[in-house]
Structure formats: C-alpha cells, structure tokens
C-alpha cells in the first residue's frame, strides 16, 4: 500500500493560485499513478486529474487548462498546481494511488482544505 499525504490547502481569493502537494513515500519505486480527487462535506468525491506512471496527465474539463499535475520522483511527490481558482473550486482535496496492487489499498488521508473566497 502507498499512503498518501496531502498539503498545501489554504484561504485564497478568486482568480488567486496554489500548489497542493501529495507525499507518498513507495509510489515511485511501485511504479504508481496518482489521482487527485476533491469534496466538500456531504458530497461524493470528485475526480480531478490523473497522472500514469508514464507521465501522461487527464484533467477534469472544469479544470483543464487551470490546474497542472506533476510529479517528482526524487520526492516521491505529486503536486497538483491551481491558478485562475473560483469560488467552485472550494473543496477537501485529496489523492490516492493506483496501479499496481502495490499500490492500492491504503485508506484516504484527511486532504487538505482549499477555500476560495473574497
């Protein structure tokens, strides 16, 4: 199982950026992908964006051209960087990896909490 952690969440005014970091130590060494999903309380998670262990990227058309997933393999570390940000974005923001069973399994970490507010 590759668990996940996630940062990077915070208070930003609409139009404004951040970068959210995921943290999951084994997920290049277990040659995983990762998605970043977002919720907010009571609603079903959503997917966002994806990135293969081949680097191909998918975004959720709300967010393409917005949002840009990375990832380092030095770090073991998916980053998922937000710009023009809106009011919609407001969510818990998480990720979890997938692939190979190696990589799947643990449960999800608690996110981290984007707000997007003037």
């Known amino acids: 199982q590759v668990q996940t952690e996630e940062s990077g969440g915070g208070l930003v005014q609409p139009g404004g950026s951040l970068r959210l970091a995921c943290t999951a130590p084994g997920f290049t060494s277990n040659g995983c992908g990762m998605h970043w999903y977002r919720h907010t309380p009571g609603s079903q998670r959503e997917w966002v964006a994806s990135i293969r262990r081949d680097d191909t990227t998918t975004y959720l058309s709300s967010v393409g051209g917005r949002f840009t997933i990375s990832r380092s393999r030095p770090k073991d570390t998916v980053y998922l960087q937000m710009r023009s940000l809106k009011p919609e974005d407001t969510a818990i923001y998480s990720c979890?990896?997938?692939?190979?069973?190696?990589?799947?399994?643990?449960?999800w970490g608690p996110g981290t909490q984007v707000t997007v507010s003037s």
């Open positions: 979890k990896a997938y692939g190979r069973s190696s990589c799947e399994g643990a449960p």
